[in-house]
């Protein structure tokens, strides 16, 4: 649990929760007390979502302004706007904030609506998380001009069970006062996309023709329409109210207000006494499956809705469904219990079951607000591994909304004048290129160049996704349906942009970005993209192996001539293989890979002097920009490049690598390697602490602890400063998860046995999950004595496990224990 503010309550039903918690608080997120310069990092935080939609933990009285921003959204609801900011056009598609239809207020013997602005203040205040039933939770006593104390209870959910529904339950309780109470459940159409500061200047309005009415005598309605997509998006909301329990027939009123379209319930009611607003609503949109129309079905719903306790109940018993089969359990204290607990949370609040029936990608801030304009980037090489072992399906239709988007890859690519696929850096509705040709830098109020789309590894990614799916799954029919074809496409690509220097006999690749960022060119040529990435061509190397290998394990005659309609032929194949036997490598002067041909001719960087004058300088581009310089001339790196190969091979996959492209490579280099790029990181991306958690964890277990815990705290302490605001950082999130789940238990899939070799940090005395593999449930318990495997009863075939060096057969329902040491 976390409390941040104002003393207890002891009237305070979320107080009292907090306090019985104890060792339970690792399921509670809560904050006391209103600060108006943390609400927007609360309210990214207390989201809610089930993968669908999301709605941010703004509260209910409040409106979009300096301090809050309810934030509503639906997975793939894209809209494209044109905007002029400082003479330059911008076309920007964009997740679209929909219509928010948690706003609740009240007002009393018809004085002003209770809200932050309207004069009340807060006697006390308490919102929470609860992370097991997916809970919003809130607390408040509100004092008016008056002196008149009211308490306000509410609980808030999004539907685990049923993707298009949601609900508010609102209790008013009068503590020294009574009279007229008006309660208002409102629709509000009156919204736009202004959750980033960065882009106050462009076009934010994206929903037009809002049309708003009622259906029966407690529901409303509204309908409204994105201005370019034209995405139908209906919501309707059903109002009824009960006091003391009982319910009453109350008189409702519909009404206009600038607020949006209201529903208005008053009570004459005396002190002591509980009013509880009922709000149920449905939210539908044209893109759905299974409906006529969203009105039709947004109406609907919303009139044969059950009550929200029975809505809760089945609620909450989704969510113990998905925690039964994502929980980590880990005894390191409550701290590290609950973050991870956030993290994984989020994650499955952005990409749940119902996300396997949508055509969405991996949205790297989630639902959970406007950063990136809700793109998809590379995020989901963190998140798939999460996904893989436990609901591998959600993988599956996530890599298809990369398959479905081939067309517009192979038009980026031969745009380009070459062959294959090219996906975008960042990616929306269609697949077309969505990343912004300019940076706003707020040091120095000026317009940075953005040359991140020549961050074509993204390719490498998919096709590391796709192949650890398919290892990991086994799912022969997607691969021939689909991966081969992303893999045969991404082979094609990098053949094609590869340049064959005979006097070396090697290829080159220029003209790209790592994963660093900070490097975009080079002093001479900034912008025009960097030569010989060690990250790019060790990547180019293991994907162009792994389309072969899909052409072995398919065979020439799979699907009725598979490869005859992707136009694979042998002179093809063997261009892949030399390919990947020589691409160039290039290593600095102390016999470590170099980032990229002539990193080892930039400057070094005063890093004390800078750290002293800055403190967090995690992005130096932008403070060297303010100060007329860049990136480009130094040694530094945002996050990971070299060291994501670290991450992402074992050292003898990755020795393996290096060897089959000519170069010698003694794996003894690898501490020296992680120690020089390391002191040479800023680590300005959340991703940057995941991967170096995972390079120090064999051999500094104290660093890698350390890394994790402040991955961890990424958004929970908001250390990027004040970007949580705008959305979680979701690839950090499953990625400090895929640490714990495979890192520190040495998890990996080779071939047709999974292998085991833990090794936990002191700090972390035990470490235990389930994990889904060919078929079967495992469980997985490692301590510091010892490691056990079991798996559940079932009819899946005996599988093969390796534990430290020694392989052991397991049936269902069998189990075995080895000492941790291997001994």
Not at 239 to 248: A, E, H, K, Q, S
Not at 497 to 518: I, K, L, N, S
Not at 665 to 678: K, N, Q, R, S, W
Not at 766 to 772: K, Q, S
Request: proline share 4%; with cysteine.
């Amino acid at each position: 649990m976390v409390a941040v503010g104002a003393a207890l309550d002891p009237g305070c039903e979320l107080c009292a929760l907090a306090a019985a918690a104890g060792d339970a608080g690792e399921w509670l997120l809560m904050f006391t007390g209103f600060d108006p310069a943390t609400e927007g990092q609360r309210e990214a935080l207390l989201t809610l979502a089930n993968g669908f939609m999301g709605a941010r933990g703004a509260l209910s009285e409040c409106r979009a302004d300096a301090v809050h921003y309810p934030g509503v959204y639906a997975a793939g609801c894209y809209n494209r706007l044109t905007s002029i900011v400082d003479e330059l056009r911008h076309e920007d598609e964009s997740l679209v904030n929909l219509p928010d239809w948690t706003a609740v207020t009240f007002r009393i013997d018809g004085d002003g609506w209770f809200s932050p602005a309207g004069g009340f203040e807060f006697a006390h205040h308490h919102v929470g998380l609860d992370l097991r039933g997916g809970v919003l939770l809130r607390e408040s006593v509100v004092v008016d001009g008056a002196g008149r104390r009211t308490r306000l209870r509410q609980r808030r959910i999004v539907s685990m069970a049923d993707a298009h529904m949601a609900a508010v339950d609102t209790v008013v309780r009068p503590e020294n006062w009574s009279g007229a109470l008006a309660l208002r459940s409102t629709l509000d159409g009156d919204v736009r996309n202004i959750n980033v500061p960065d882009l106050r200047d462009f076009s934010d309005r994206h929903l037009t023709e809002v049309t708003v009415g009622g259906y029966g005598s407690d529901v409303i309605w509204l309908r409204a329409q994105t201005s370019q997509s034209r995405i139908q998006v209906a919501q309707a909301a059903r109002t009824r109210l009960r006091v003391d329990g009982m319910g009453v027939a109350a008189t409702h009123s519909r009404r206009y207000e600038p607020e949006g379209f209201s529903d208005h319930v008053s009570v004459e009611v005396r002190r002591g006494q509980s009013v509880e607003l009922e709000k149920i609503v449905a939210v539908y949109t044209s893109r759905d499956r299974a409906i006529s129309e969203p009105l039709s079905a947004a109406q609907e719903s919303a009139h044969t809705s059950r009550g929200y306790e029975e809505l809760l109940a089945r609620h909450v018993e989704a969510w113990d469904a998905l925690w039964r089969r994502f929980a980590v359990s880990l005894d390191a204290g409550v701290r590290p219990r609950l973050a991870a607990n956030v993290q994984i949370f989020h994650v499955l609040q952005t990409l749940s079951p119902h996300t396997a029936d949508l055509d969405v990608g991996v949205p790297a801030r989630g639902l959970h607000g406007e950063a990136y304009r809700g793109h998809v980037f590379w995020d989901d090489l963190f998140v798939f591994p999460m996904l893989n072992m436990r609901l591998p399906e959600l993988t599956r239709a996530l890599l298809l909304y990369r398959y479905r988007r081939l067309p517009h890859a192979r038009r980026l690519a031969a745009a380009q004048g070459l062959q294959g696929a090219l996906i975008p850096w960042q990616s929306g509705s269609d697949g077309r290129e969505e990343t912004p040709r300019v940076l706003f830098n707020p040091r120095s109020g000026r317009w940075m160049s953005d040359h991140s789309r020549r961050q074509y590894h993204v390719n490498l990614a998919m096709a590391y996704n796709v192949w650890h799916y398919w290892e990991a799954t086994a799912d022969l029919g997607f691969l021939a349906a689909f991966g081969a074809e992303l893999l045969v496409e991404n082979a094609r690509f990098w053949a094609s942009f590869a340049v064959y220097d005979p006097a070396a006999d090697r290829f080159d690749v220029r003209g790209v970005m790592g994963p660093d960022e900070f490097h975009d060119g080079y002093p001479d040529r900034p912008g025009t993209g960097i030569d010989n990435s060690t990250y790019v061509n060790v990547m180019i190397a293991w994907s162009l192996a792994r389309a072969l290998d899909a052409y072995r394990i398919l065979g020439e005659n799979e699907d009725v001539g598979l490869w005859e309609r992707l136009d694979v032929d042998d002179t093809e194949l063997e261009l892949w293989d030399r390919l990947r036997r020589r691409l160039r490598l290039c290593f600095l002067d102390n016999g470590l890979p170099a980032q990229f041909e002539g990193y080892e001719s930039l400057a070094e960087l005063d890093w004390a002097a800078y750290r002293e004058k800055y403190g967090n300088i995690g992005r130096l581009d932008l403070i060297l920009e303010a100060e007329g310089d860049s990136c480009v001339r130094y040694r530094a790196s945002k996050q990971a490049d070299v060291l994501m190969l670290l991450y992402l091979f074992t050292a003898e996959e990755l020795t393996a690598l290096v060897h089959e492209l000519g170069y010698p490579f003694d794996p003894a280099t690898i501490p020296d390697t992680v120690e020089y790029y390391l002191a040479r990181t800023t680590h300005g991306s959340t991703l940057s602490r995941v991967a170096h958690a995972w390079v120090l964890a064999r051999a500094d277990r104290r660093g890698s602890w350390q890394m994790l815990g402040e991955s961890l705290e990424a958004d929970l302490s908001d250390t990027q400063g004040g970007t949580t605001r705008e959305g979680i950082h979701l690839g950090a999130m499953a990625g400090s998860i895929d640490i714990l789940q495979r890192c520190y238990t040495g998890f990996d899939i080779r071939g047709d046995v999974l292998w085991l070799h833990p090794l936990l940090p002191d700090e972390l005395r035990v470490l235990e999950f389930d994990i889904r593999y060919r078929d079967h449930w495992v469980h997985l318990r490692c301590d510091h004595k010892e490691v056990t495997v079991s798996t559940k009863v079932s009819a899946a075939a005996p599988i093969r496990v390796d534990i430290h060096g020694q392989e052991y057969e397991l049936a269902a329902g069998e189990w075995v224990t080895v000492a941790a040491d291997g001994s």
